[in-house]
């Protein structure tokens, strides 16, 4: 059973800078099988997907480690934050995971 603690990848909270583009990776820790691997952007609740996810690109399984399509932060995103919705079949469960992403104004200090 999970708590609520586990539904986020443990290398959450991730940063990007608006205008970056990066393919993340998700270790399933332990798995034998991993299949059908899809994921979803969201931002304040809104599905983004198809504006941050490269449509051209794909969601790629390689032994247990799932690697996501291409996540672009738009520019018009600096201080807003994602959450990507990662799900694959591992080991036969339908598993779900959430990384939150939080993406930099490219001026800012911090």
């Known amino acids: 059973m999970q708590n609520e603690d586990s539904i986020w990848i443990l290398e959450s909270p991730l ?14 820790q332990g798995a034998a099988n991993v ?3 899809t994921a979803q952007v969201f931002k304040n ?27 672009r932060a738009r520019p018009q995103d600096g201080g807003a934050r994602y959450v990507l919705l ?10 779900r995971r959430k990384l939150l992403v939080h993406v930099a104004r490219a001026g800012e200090e911090h």
């Open 15 to 28: 940063v990007m800078v608006a205008g970056e583009q990066i393919a993340f990776s998700v270790d399933w």
């Open 35 to 37: 299949a059908n691997p």
């Open 45 to 71: 609740g809104a599905d983004i997907t198809a504006q941050t996810m490269d449509a051209a690109d794909q969601h790629l399984v390689n032994g247990n480690v799932q690697t996501l399509k291409r996540l």
């Open 86 to 95: 990662v799900q694959a079949e591992v080991d036969g469960n339908l598993e």
